[in-house]
């Protein structure tokens, strides 16, 4: 009785430690305030893969506003009852578990959890330079990055976002998006690195 009693403890604790979104998730500095240790992954992100940050935090914020368990919504049965959900995207980057396992072989990130800050940022940067290798599209290149991220790299290649007026009118949000961090960004980095130090590992 006592062992379990300990593991439910155990177990309250740990979902109360899963973080919380950023209170203003249209400021990159206010985030960044807030989150300090997400500035330094982000950083280390953006150095590791060459995707600037305001791409990579523009793109989470379209795919989960920051929420850590974030799922796809559930279908409907009967327009009535909840049905499966469209897909097993999930977390910060709503990233697909044949994808997720592919980065994680890819990079050698075993352990890497899609509700991991960390982790999921690095994901984005990996999938970016994916498609800047894959693809050919610039690194800084929010609007295809986001389709290609959308789509695929495949997908992408084939043109599968050309009929999809409303992906294109996503991605445009999305590219808008990096542009407005990109400006707060420009106010607040020297600030944010005060006193910070990117290990090489």
């Not at 935090?57 to 499966?84: C, D, H, N």
């Amino acid at each position: 009785m006592r062992a379990i009693a300990i593991s439910v403890v155990i177990l309250l604790f740990l979902s109360g430690c899963t973080a919380s979104p950023p209170r203003q998730v249209g400021n990159v500095c206010s985030i960044f305030e807030e989150k300090s240790r997400w500035y330094k992954k982000a950083k280390k992100a953006e150095k590791r893969w060459k995707s600037p940050i305001p791409t990579l935090m523009a793109v989470m914020y379209q795919e989960s506003r920051f929420r850590a368990k974030a799922k796809p919504p559930r279908t409907k049965i009967l327009w009535i009852f909840p049905g499966p959900r469209k897909s097993d995207a999930y977390g910060y980057p709503q990233a697909k578990d044949s994808t997720w396992n592919w980065y994680k072989k890819s990079t050698g990130r075993r352990g890497a959890d899609r509700d991991d800050f960390g982790d999921a940022i690095d994901f984005i940067g990996w999938y970016n330079a994916q498609t800047h290798k894959k693809n050919r599209v610039k690194i800084d290149d929010t609007y295809n990055l986001y389709l290609a991220y959308h789509e695929g790299h495949g997908g992408f290649q084939r043109g599968t976002y050309k009929k999809k007026g409303w992906l294109k009118k996503v991605a445009s949000k999305v590219s808008r998006k990096a542009g407005t961090y990109k400006q707060q960004l420009q106010g607040c980095e020297k600030s944010l690195n005060k006193g910070f130090t990117l290990w090489p590992f």
